[in-house]
């Protein structure tokens, strides 16, 4: 069952693609890897040719049913498409209602000892001082912990105190041995 749902929506995925691409047209499904889907509040899917094309790779991204957005759709798309814009979010090739297609990051996610190298930090420093100097249209005026604390912090604040028990009490921290352990 799994298995026809994951090919029926690869084969929508595909075609909405190749409609974008004109080199995808002359190829097919199987010319390409799909990753299985992912996400917390929305479907996105990484998609690869394993032949020759532009682009080679592109992040599906199904913006249905996010119900626990901060920002309202069209806040949403106007910040990201003047985030891809200034390149500080990915390229976007589509967007509508549904769904948005972007260009393909590959990488890994940062980890904490490359926080210590000097160069890393002066390059998210950079993007920080860039994102900062950038006003989208529509943004709402509290800033975004204002937002998060609005939207979830009535929920979190008593899931928090209701689990209290779970979390360790206070302890001592080594600073040093913390430090060692995370440039390891």
């Not at 990753?35 to 080679?56: L, Y």
């Not at 509508?96 to 000892?113: K, T």
């Not at 979830?152 to 913390?178: H, I, L, M, Y």
Request: aromatic letters at 10%; one cysteine or more.
């Amino acid at each position: 069952m799994r298995t026809s749902y994951s090919t029926q929506v690869k084969d929508q995925i595909f075609r909405q693609c190749q409609k974008l691409f004109p080199e995808w047209t002359e190829l097919s499904v199987a010319d390409f890897d799909f990753d299985d889907p992912k996400g917390f509040s929305s479907f996105t899917m990484g998609i690869r040719s394993r032949r020759p094309a532009k682009p080679a790779a592109v992040l599906y991204r199904r913006l249905e049913g996010k119900d626990n957005a901060i920002l309202d759709y069209a806040t949403e798309k106007e910040v990201f498409l003047t985030l891809g814009d200034n390149d500080i979010a990915a390229h976007c090739y589509h967007y509508d209602d549904s769904c948005r297609i972007e260009a393909f990051y590959q990488g890994r996610s940062l980890r904490a000892r490359d926080l210590f190298e000097p160069e890393n930090l002066r390059q998210i420093a950079d993007q920080l001082y860039r994102l900062h100097q950038l006003s989208p249209a529509g943004l709402p005026r509290p800033g975004l912990f204002e937002l998060l604390h609005e939207k979830w912090g009535a929920s979190c604040q008593a899931r928090a105190g209701a689990e209290r028990n779970r979390f360790p009490g206070k302890r001592t921290v080594d600073v040093r041995r913390a430090t060692r352990d995370l440039q390891r």
